[in-house]
């Protein structure tokens, strides 16, 4: 996945690329910070029973986030958002300045954040499933995996209220993608990318 990445994005070669394992048995979550910094959670490889392939996709994913510097975007939307009620509490007047304050981040939750994060998560789908094809990892394994996220979690959180795409929408999506992906796993199945040696020693369990 790593080589992929790089092969994606050049300048990540000088990222300080890390795994980490957390030994969290009840907690399905993993990450990937800006500079290659990545974590697994027990859990997630226990709890859903995750085969390789269900991983790669799952740190695809993360690293997709970070390759397409979402951590930085969330940080500019969130301040932009912050700087646009001010705004509109400036110039709605002083009599009603103090409403749009409390009810103005709401709104730009709503309307501007959330579903900019969720973009950035269907962005870093797209990413993760194609980094994990060509890596070697079986794209249907998108679907299975959050068919089981799904099954784990259940419905959770209204769409219009997430920052996640629904599951259903996600295996939607990735569903549509799979196709496209399958050539390019075929072809990567047959001789696939070694990862940079210097990630052997970067493995921390």
């Known amino acids: 996945l790593v080589a992929q990445a790089?092969?994606?994005?050049?300048?990540?070669?000088?990222?300080?690329?890390?795994?980490?394992?957390?030994?969290?048995?009840?907690t399905l979550n993993a990450y990937c910070l800006p500079g290659g910094r990545m974590a697994i959670y027990t859990g997630l490889i226990d709890k859903l029973k995750a085969t390789d392939d269900e991983i790669a996709q799952v740190m695809g994913h993360?690293?997709?986030?970070?390759l397409a510097n979402h951590g930085a975007e969330k940080m500019s939307n969130a301040m932009l958002a912050?700087?646009?009620?001010v705004v509109a509490a400036a110039a709605s007047g002083s009599k009603n300045s103090n409403a749009v304050m409390q009810v103005g981040p709401a709104l730009a939750?709503?309307?501007?954040?959330?579903?900019?994060?969720?973009?950035?998560e269907t962005e870093a789908d797209r990413i993760g499933i194609e980094i994990a094809a060509r890596a070697g990892y079986e794209p249907a394994a998108a679907i299975s995996l959050w068919k089981k996220m799904l099954s784990a979690n259940?419905?959770?959180?209204?769409?219009?209220?997430?920052t996640h795409p629904a599951p259903d929408t996600r295996i939607k999506d990735l569903s549509a993608l799979v196709p496209h992906m399958q050539p390019i796993y075929a072809s990567a199945s047959k001789a696939p990318v070694a990862a940079p040696t210097s990630m052997a020693g970067n493995v921390n369990e």
Not at 8 to 24: E, G, H, K, M, T
Not at 109 to 120: H, M, V
Not at 156 to 162: A, I, M
């Open 6 to 26: 790089i092969r994606y994005r050049p300048d990540s070669a000088n990222w300080d690329w890390q795994v980490s394992v957390i030994d969290d048995p009840e």
């Open 62 to 66: 993360e690293i997709g986030h970070a």
């Open 82 to 85: 912050q700087g646009a009620v």
């Open 109 to 120: 939750q709503l309307g501007w954040l959330l579903p900019n994060s969720r973009g950035a």
């Open 154 to 162: 259940g419905k959770g959180t209204p769409q219009f209220l997430s």
